[in-house]
Nanobody, 126 residues
């Protein structure tokens, strides 16, 4: 089981940027498919982005494509979510998740993941 801790959330104006970090311990991120999800109050958890284990294939939700970038730093054992051109509708709690040797389109589904972080709040003001 890998432990995940998110950081980097905060309050930002529309059009601004934030970079979220997901630091892993108890496992090396290159061996895990890693995903970012978000959940706003009263709404379903929503897929944002994912990176597959080893080869690092990237997957994005249509709503963030071209604005968000997921990346992995193996030396720091951390996965990042760079968020640019933020919109008020991006306001949510962002969670990272992991699945050992996770790969493929299944990475878009929250039920695929076995380990979750506690989340970090992102608030975008208009």
């Amino acid at each position: 089981q890998v432990q995940l801790v998110e950081s980097g959330g905060g309050l930002v104006q529309a059009g601004g940027s934030l970079r979220l970090s997901c630091a892993a311990s108890g496992g090396t991120v290159i061996r895990y498919g890693m995903g970012w999800f978000r959940q706003a109050p009263g709404k379903e958890r929503e897929f944002v982005a994912a990176i597959s284990w080893s080869a690092g294939r990237l997957y994005y939700a249509d709503s963030v494509k071209g604005r968000f970038t997921i990346s992995r730093d193996n030396a720091k054992n951390t996965v990042y979510l760079q968020m640019n051109s933020l919109k008020p509708e991006d306001t949510s709690v962002y969670h990272c998740a992991a699945r050992l040797r996770g790969d493929g389109e299944s990475l878009r589904g929250s039920v695929y993941y076995t380990d979750w972080g506690q989340g970090t709040q992102v608030t975008v003001s208009s």
